[in-house]
């Protein structure tokens, strides 16, 4: 990190210098030598600051997935504060923020009517800091080469056959029949709301639940989108 900052002085002293020619025409004198150095020192000390300001900011990533819970299928999307990937941004001491404050909600909808099936509703979010497994309704997300965390949109029930919207705090599970649906996410990052839309495809069996292809009715194998 030191020999990080020297350069960086040095390299900010000689755009000095050479901006100081281009507007007097001259060579600093003693004096002047004294100002652009601490001008220098000044700047490159702010320089990290800056370039954390820009690329140290929490960023949420969203991963849609198919998965099996407890024996059976579910629609799920995992969330994803990923950290710096840039060794010169690493080196120059920038670090990944923590998101200070996730959480998510649900809004379904009928593709075909654009009828609103299931209002808004808060998502149980479930995190790797959650030794229950009972889920949160408000997390901290910290900087993660992997998943750090994840909602539930719908699971098929066996028992009944059919996918099961889960329920929130005040509201019960509500079924839903065959079709195709959007799914808006808002997800609410440090006060910043942000929404997502994918659409999803109910059919007969458990391995009608998928994801469809982002905006597209048509199935998406894999189920997932970052």
Partial sequence: MGRILSVL???VLAVICLAFIGIFGRFPDEWEWVGIVLAGFGLAMAT???FQMFWGRAVVELQFEVYPENSERALAIF???PTVKS??????GVKREVVQSLTAEIRISDVGSNTIIVPIRQARIYSDDDPSDSGNNRIVLPPTYSVGASIMVAHWDNQQKRAIIPPDRRKQPLPLGEGCYRADIIIIVDGDPRIIS???VVGKEADDLIWASKN???PDKEGSQS
Avoid: D, E, G
């Fill in 9 to 11: 002085i040095i390299v």
């Fill in 48 to 50: 990290p600051s800056i």
């Fill in 79 to 81: 969330f994803k504060n």
């Fill in 87 to 92: 060794r010169i941004l690493r080196m120059l």
């Fill in 198 to 200: 994918r659409q999803f």
């Fill in 216 to 218: 597209s009715p048509t």
